[in-house]
């Protein structure tokens, strides 16, 4: 298949004119590698991690002196008070449920100010009836949509002043939705805006598939917590499963004991030998993300100069490793991820099928050729089959394996 491909040479001339086109927007990313690196370097040296922390424990795994170590460096690395970095996560959205029910209670309110979140949040929330969701324990679920692209600020204000909010749900990424994902300056601007008119609300940013995108994390603009998966960019594909936790110490308690036990917090949870990949995965998260992001920019560019609708486009500034590609065609939305499948490492072979998938409402593509189930970080390209029949690729552990994968995604719907 892929040397079938190189034979198209309309498509390497159009693939080289790209390259040349995105290098300044490529040499930006680069900064920000650099910088997260440096960051990311100090940490380990900070916090002195040695062969030794690769050791594990088992059972209830006490004085597991590696694990309290990652989460050490997870600490500095996002200026938080506190982290909660554990295999016992399952997933961001997993993540995402240990907050929400370690910190809030009956009666409590939780308050989206991006829309409704992710489809997998519905039956956890409530939005979709659930023995187990927090609507079941009468805490209540209220949202406030975007206004082009940013906050609503006049509701945001008024649902302040009329009810104690207990907790803020941020989600920065976009999701299955038409959106634009949420920049950490206007994450700062609203943050502000809200601990001037309620000081005690916690705001809890969902992080996932923005980590290290730029030189800024959301504890260090005033954030409360911080939540995200480790088989997306913290875990540069090194990960096996996971999640972490950032934030003030108190409320990194009441996660770690919604997790484990009451009265035992951080104190147990056996490493299992996961130690040696969730160092790697975030020693190596910067230069992986910022691989990601050039597949980004590159498929942005190529697709937009063959007249693909795409966000965001390739010269804007990133918020996250998401390239939406907008195909309005549900038949050539289904050519590009199976072009992506042929061209991954793992499953090549396999033709993907829009198929119903828990927690979400409509059938779903799914391309993920990856080494990892589920990992975001490794290049995958999903959607809804929804009208405008939107892809969603994100990562890419080397640049050069995504654009051979895109190359071929183009070849695939060229020959329609």
């Given at each position: 298949?892929?040397?079938?491909?190189?034979?198209?040479?309309?498509?390497?001339?159009?693939?080289?004119?790209?390259?040349?086109?995105?290098?300044?927007?490529?040499?930006?990313?680069?900064?920000?590698?650099?910088?997260?690196?440096?960051?990311?370097?100090?940490?380990?040296?900070?916090?002195?991690?040695?062969?030794?922390?690769?050791?594990?424990?088992?059972?209830?795994?006490?004085?597991?002196?590696?694990?309290?170590?990652?989460?050490?460096?997870?600490?500095?690395?996002?200026?938080?008070?506190?982290?909660?970095?554990?295999?016992?996560?399952?997933?961001?959205?997993?993540?995402?449920?240990?907050?929400?029910?370690?910190?809030?209670?009956?009666?409590?309110?939780?308050?989206?100010?991006?829309?409704?979140?992710?489809?997998?949040?519905?039956?956890?929330?409530?939005?979709?009836?659930?023995?187990?969701?927090?609507?079941?324990?009468?805490?209540?679920?209220?949202?406030?949509?975007?206004?082009?692209?940013?906050?609503?600020?006049?509701?945001?204000?008024?649902?302040?002043?009329?009810?104690?909010?207990?907790?803020?749900?941020?989600?920065?990424?976009?999701?299955?939705?038409?959106?634009?994902?949420?920049?950490?300056?206007?994450?700062?601007?609203?943050?502000?805006?809200?601990?001037?008119?309620?000081?005690?609300?916690?705001?809890?940013?969902?992080?996932?598939?923005?980590?290290?995108?730029?030189?800024?994390?959301?504890?260090?603009?005033?954030?409360?917590?911080?939540?995200?998966?480790?088989?997306?960019?913290?875990?540069?594909?090194?990960?096996?499963?996971?999640?972490?936790?950032?934030?003030?110490?108190?409320?990194?308690?009441?996660?770690?004991?919604?997790?484990?036990?009451?009265?035992?917090?951080?104190?147990?949870?056996?490493?299992?030998?996961?130690?040696?990949?969730?160092?790697?995965?975030?020693?190596?998260?910067?230069?992986?993300?910022?691989?990601?992001?050039?597949?980004?920019?590159?498929?942005?560019?190529?697709?937009?100069?063959?007249?693909?609708?795409?966000?965001?486009?390739?010269?804007?500034?990133?918020?996250?490793?998401?390239?939406?590609?907008?195909?309005?065609?549900?038949?050539?939305?289904?050519?590009?991820?199976?072009?992506?499948?042929?061209?991954?490492?793992?499953?090549?072979?396999?033709?993907?099928?829009p198929s119903p998938m828990p927690g979400y409402k409509?059938?779903?593509?799914?391309?993920?050729?990856?080494?990892?189930?589920?990992?975001?970080?490794?290049?995958?390209?999903?959607?809804?089959?929804?009208?405008?029949?939107?892809?969603?690729?994100?990562?890419a552990l080397t640049y050069y394996?995504?654009?051979?994968?895109?190359?071929?995604?183009?070849?695939?719907?060229?020959?329609?």
């Open positions: 298949m892929l040397d079938k491909l190189y034979l198209n040479k309309e498509l390497i001339s159009l693939s080289k004119k790209t390259e040349e086109k995105i290098k300044p927007y490529i040499n930006k990313i680069d900064d920000i590698v650099e910088f997260n690196s440096f960051k990311v370097l100090k940490a380990f040296i900070d916090n002195e991690i040695c062969e030794s922390d690769f050791s594990y424990t088992t059972g209830y795994g006490y004085n597991d002196i590696g694990r309290d170590k990652i989460e050490k460096v997870y600490s500095q690395i996002f200026k938080s008070e506190d982290a909660l970095v554990r295999s016992q996560i399952i997933s961001g959205t997993h993540a995402i449920t240990i907050a929400l029910f370690a910190l809030l209670r009956p009666n409590d309110i939780l308050l989206s100010i991006t829309g409704k979140p992710y489809d997998t949040l519905d039956e956890v929330i409530g939005i979709k009836e659930n023995g187990s969701s927090l609507k079941s324990y009468n805490i209540n679920y209220e949202q406030i949509d975007l206004i082009d692209n940013d906050f609503n600020y006049k509701e945001i204000e008024k649902k302040l002043k009329s009810n104690f909010i207990k907790l803020i749900e941020i989600q920065r990424s976009k999701g299955y939705s038409t959106r634009k994902s949420i920049s950490i300056e206007k994450t700062e601007k609203v943050i502000k805006f809200i601990k001037k008119i309620s000081p005690n609300t916690i705001i809890m940013i969902d992080n996932c598939y923005c980590e290290f995108v730029t030189k800024k994390e959301p504890i260090e603009i005033g954030a409360d917590l911080v939540v995200g998966s480790l088989i997306k960019n913290l875990g540069a594909g090194m990960v096996k499963n996971g999640g972490y936790i950032c934030g003030e110490s108190n409320l990194i308690k009441l996660c770690a004991e919604r997790l484990n036990v009451p009265g035992e917090a951080k104190e147990v949870g056996p490493s299992l030998d996961a130690n040696r990949s969730l160092l790697m995965g975030i020693f190596m998260a910067p230069k992986i993300v910022g691989e990601a992001l050039k597949t980004s920019i590159f498929t942005s560019q190529i697709l937009e100069d063959l007249k693909y609708d795409v966000e965001p486009k390739a010269n804007e500034d990133r918020v996250d490793i998401v390239q939406n590609i907008i195909f309005n065609n549900e038949h050539t939305m289904i050519k590009y991820c199976e072009g992506i499948q042929q061209a991954s490492p793992i499953d090549s072979n396999v033709i993907p099928i409509d059938k779903v593509i799914m391309a993920a050729g990856t080494f990892t189930q589920g990992s975001s970080i490794e290049l995958s390209c999903d959607g809804p089959l929804r009208s405008p029949y939107i892809a969603y690729q994100q990562g394996y995504g654009k051979i994968a895109v190359l071929n995604a183009i070849s695939k719907i060229n020959k329609m």
